[in-house]
């Protein structure tokens, strides 16, 4: 199956190794309207979304639901065939230690439709106070798995962020374990483009021309939650992923810690020999002692609830 892909830089032209594909970008106003029409009419959550409301553990100030990688996967693929769009946020210390200062900041989060860990640390929050998630769901990780039910559903996907030619690179892995899947654009913003409206605009404008049914934002929080925002309002039918270094990781541009690292909790630390200079302060001055207050007050909490 033949895929479409826009250039992850200031332009827009067909990405080196992906065949383009007729007409895709200007997709379709009828499915914007249909689309819009049933957001309309399923304003009340159905019965399964307000199960899974009630089911919601609050860690931190930020409530978590708590499923599996699978489960993240079977509502979004639902939603999509229901004409429903989202919002999938996997926070993780750093977004916890930002949402519980930052009002605004927490708003977004609490705004999405599907919040899962993405920090150990909030995992094991969560078990401390006796309100258990099953475990990690990162957006590293839904890359894939999304990528692989959008191939197989033929729902058009978009990359939107990481350092300059990682969404283009991103792609081509992604077509390449998942040959169905079409790519209906890529691009990396320019630095600042929030601050300036043109800017913004024009990516704001690339994104909804493609039409995509699902879009990885890898912005980093709040930056790519406050963009989801606006576009939501023009793609209703379409599910956004807030993934922060995903698209980079599935382009091979950066490296993920090994496995074990991963479940012991100690991403972080690979992550911080990797990038001294720029993680220092956020992860050992910001993050880390965010991180022992709030297991600590969770033990606590725990203990004598």
């Given at each position: 199956?033949?895929?479409?892909?826009?250039?992850?830089?200031?332009?827009?032209?067909?990405?080196?190794?992906?065949?383009?594909?007729?007409?895709?970008?200007?997709?379709?106003?009828?499915?914007?309207?249909?689309?819009?029409?049933?957001?309309?009419?399923?304003?009340?959550?159905?019965?399964?979304?307000?199960?899974?409301?009630?089911?919601?553990?609050?860690?931190?100030?930020?409530?978590?639901?708590?499923?599996?990688?699978?489960?993240?996967?079977?509502?979004?693929?639902?939603?999509?065939?229901?004409?429903?769009?989202?919002?999938?946020?996997?926070?993780?210390?750093?977004?916890?230690?930002?949402?519980?200062?930052?009002?605004?900041?927490?708003?977004?989060?609490?705004?999405a439709?599907?919040?899962?860990?993405?920090?150990?640390?909030?995992?094991?929050?969560?078990?401390?106070?006796?309100?258990?998630?099953?475990?990690?769901v990162?957006?590293?990780?839904?890359?894939w798995?999304?990528?692989?039910?959008?191939?197989?559903?033929?729902?058009?996907?978009?990359?939107?962020?990481g350092?300059?030619?990682?969404?283009?690179?991103?792609?081509?892995?992604?077509?390449?374990r998942?040959?169905?899947?079409?790519?209906?654009?890529?691009?990396?913003?320019?630095?600042?483009?929030?601050d300036?409206?043109?800017?913004?605009?024009?990516?704001?404008?690339?994104?909804?021309?493609?039409?995509?049914?699902?879009?990885?934002?890898?912005?980093?929080?709040?930056?790519?939650?406050?963009?989801?925002?606006?576009?939501?309002?023009?793609?209703?039918?379409?599910?956004?992923?807030?993934?922060?270094?995903?698209?980079?990781?599935?382009?091979?541009?950066?490296?993920?810690?090994?496995?074990?690292?991963?479940?012991?909790?100690?991403?972080?630390?690979?992550?911080?020999?990797?990038e001294?200079a720029?993680?220092?302060?956020?992860?050992?001055?910001?993050?880390?002692?965010?991180?022992?207050?709030l297991?600590?007050?969770?033990?606590?909490?725990?203990?004598?609830?």
């Open positions: 199956m033949s895929t479409e892909h826009r250039a992850a830089s200031s332009g827009h032209g067909p990405v080196p190794g992906l065949p383009a594909v007729a007409g895709q970008a200007g997709a379709p106003v009828a499915r914007r309207r249909a689309a819009r029409a049933a957001s309309r009419r399923r304003r009340r959550p159905d019965r399964a979304t307000r199960r899974r409301l009630r089911r919601r553990v609050h860690v931190a100030g930020v409530a978590l639901d708590p499923m599996t990688e699978g489960e993240v996967v079977d509502h979004v693929v639902a939603a999509l065939k229901d004409g429903r769009g989202g919002h999938l946020v996997t926070p993780n210390v750093d977004i916890g230690r930002i949402a519980a200062r930052d009002p605004r900041a927490r708003a977004l989060v609490e705004g439709d599907i919040v899962v860990a993405d920090g150990m640390p909030l995992v094991w929050a969560a078990r401390l106070l006796g309100t258990p998630v099953p475990g990690r990162t957006g590293a990780d839904l890359i798995s999304l990528s692989e039910a959008a191939a197989f559903y033929r729902h058009p996907v978009y990359l939107l962020g350092p300059k030619g990682a969404p283009a690179r991103a792609a081509r892995e992604l077509v390449a998942h040959p169905a899947l079409t790519v209906a654009g890529t691009h990396t913003p320019p630095y600042g483009f929030e300036d409206p043109e800017s913004h605009a024009r990516v704001r404008d690339a994104v909804i021309a493609a039409a995509p049914r699902l879009v990885f934002v890898g912005l980093g929080f709040p930056k790519q939650e406050r963009l989801i925002a606006s576009l939501r309002r023009d793609l209703p039918g379409t599910w956004f992923v807030g993934c922060g270094s995903a698209i980079a990781f599935a382009a091979g541009t950066a490296r993920r810690a090994p496995r074990w690292m991963r479940r012991a909790g100690l991403e972080w630390l690979f992550r911080l020999a990797g001294p720029r993680l220092s302060r956020r992860y050992l001055v910001d993050d880390l002692p965010y991180a022992i207050r297991l600590v007050v969770s033990l606590v909490r725990g203990l004598f609830s």
